[in-house]
């Protein structure tokens, strides 16, 4: 091809260009309205859809227990505000001699003193004096209230009634009830409280009558300690499915009256049950077992604010004799006990003779072994540094106002449990 033939070539192409560059220009003013009209629904579109995700969606909450967990069931998006958490130690009368106070520890409730159906503390026990009287006037908890007292953390008294019939009487009659504050000023004359824990649980049959009147007890005590005492704190404990089911609590109206409820999120399995099971399943209930933590949380989330709210955390586990050593293994009858922390640890220091397997549960996030002692083969549900420390993880994921551990003493010697503790929670110190 030629010089001259090439540049005519090119001259009629950009000819040809220019004319279509003319032509879209005329026909960009032509629709210039119609254009800014598209583009103005388009951006307003977007921007309303926008606005409603950013309004109405959570934002998952990624959580470091499993890539795939979120919690979305919370009713607005929740980042971490309450950075200062409260540990809460329940000490049971009969771990008295095997507890030593940890700087994690804020706050120990006693376990407990037991109120009749009259309103008075039981005082004795089959002839005996009763043992969480016993104990409460030991040399050794006055020496524990005096180290609690010079370290700033705050020591309750738990006040327990578990006797069907008499929690129906207590809770239906006002001279009881009067009767119980005056058994209450008498012991904060004489020991060193700074909160109430009220613990009053019933396996039988409850109705809103019932429900009314612990709400009316509830209120006249709390009352009672605002209208006496500079501050005490007042708390209650509530089974894990309380929102979920109601049973003898009307949580939405006792929410208001107290500082704290303590969620007892575990006993998801016991000694009684027929098949081995985590005794604190995070996750898993609606498949596997009846119900989980995630599950019943998302009730109480509902209608209580999260930093009243404390997760129940156990320092215990079950162990069962079982036809295998499968997860779900059948349990024989008559064959479950509580296993301690420290049981567990014992029982891994023998690990050879005792042929121990140890496994985990990914559904419930949640440790167990396995072991054979004559002939026969057992298996312990309980908590570890690793399931105890994805708990933590969904207590600050969700802004809870700290834990409640069931109980002191189980542990043993052992820092293991508290050091997760340590790296998890910011301490709430009053």
């Known amino acids: 091809m030629s010089k001259k033939i090439f540049i ?16 879209n220009i005329k026909w960009f ?13 388009f951006v307003t579109f977007f921007s309303t859809v926008a606005i409603f995700l950013w309004k109405f969606w959570d934002i998952p909450l990624i959580s470091p227990i499993d890539s795939l967990t979120t919690f979305m069931f919370l009713s607005k998006s929740q980042l971490p505000r309450n950075n200062e958490k409260i540990v809460y130690g329940f000490l049971p009368y009969w771990n008295i ?17 037991t109120i009749d159906a009259n309103g008075n503390f039981v005082s004795d026990y089959q002839g005996e004096i009763d043992m969480g009287l016993r104990r409460l006037n030991s040399d050794e908890f006055i020496d524990i209230s005096n180290d609690l007292t010079k370290n ?28 119980f504050l005056q058994s209450l000023d008498n012991a904060f004359l004489a020991y060193p409280f700074s909160g109430i824990n009220i613990d009053i649980e019933t396996s039988g049959t409850t109705n809103e009558k019932m429900r009314q009147n612990l709400t009316t007890f509830l209120l006249l005590l709390r009352q009672h300690l605002d209208n006496k005492y500079d501050h005490v704190q007042l708390s209650i404990d509530m089974y894990a499915g309380a929102a979920a089911n109601q049973q003898l609590w009307n949580v ?36 596997l077992w009846d119900g989980d933590i995630n599950h019943y949380l998302q009730a109480f989330l509902e209608i ?31 064959t479950g006990n ?55 993880d969904y207590v600050n994921q969700l802004d809870l106002g700290g834990v409640a551990i069931w109980a002191l003493g189980y542990e043993g010697n052992s820092r293991e449990l508290w050091d997760v503790i340590e790296r998890k929670i910011n301490i709430k110190v009053e």
């Open 304 to 334: 209580v604010p999260s930093e009243k709210i404390l997760l129940g955390i156990p320092f215990y586990g079950y162990e069962w004799q079982t036809t295998s050593r499968d997860a779900q293994s059948h349990t024989f009858p008559d």
């Open 29 to 41: 003013q032509k629709n210039k309205l119609k254009i800014k009209i598209a583009l103005l629904i």
């Open 8 to 23: 005519k070539s090119n001259v009629q192409m950009l000819g040809l260009f220019g004319k279509k560059s003319n032509s």
């Open 338 to 392: 509580t296993a301690s922390y420290q049981r567990v640890t014992e029982l891994l220091e023998e690990s050879e003779k005792l042929q121990v397997e140890e496994h985990w549960n990914e559904d419930a996030l949640s440790p167990y072994i396995s072991y054979k002692e004559d002939g026969e083969i057992f298996v312990i549900y309980y908590e570890d540094s690793r399931s105890i420390s994805y708990k933590l």
């Open 152 to 179: 700033n953390k705050k020591i309750e008294l738990v006040i327990s009634q578990f006797n069907y019939d008499d929690i129906t009487y207590f809770l239906n009659s006002k001279t009881s009830q009067e009767n």
């Open 97 to 113: 001699n095997k507890f030593s106070i940890q700087k994690e520890l804020t706050h120990l409730g006693y376990f407990s003193l």
């Open 252 to 287: 939405k109206d006792i929410a208001p009256l107290v500082d704290y409820i303590v969620v007892m999120a575990y006993d998801f399995h016991r000694s009684s049950s027929s098949n081995a099971g985590p005794v604190a399943p995070l996750f898993g209930g609606k498949d």
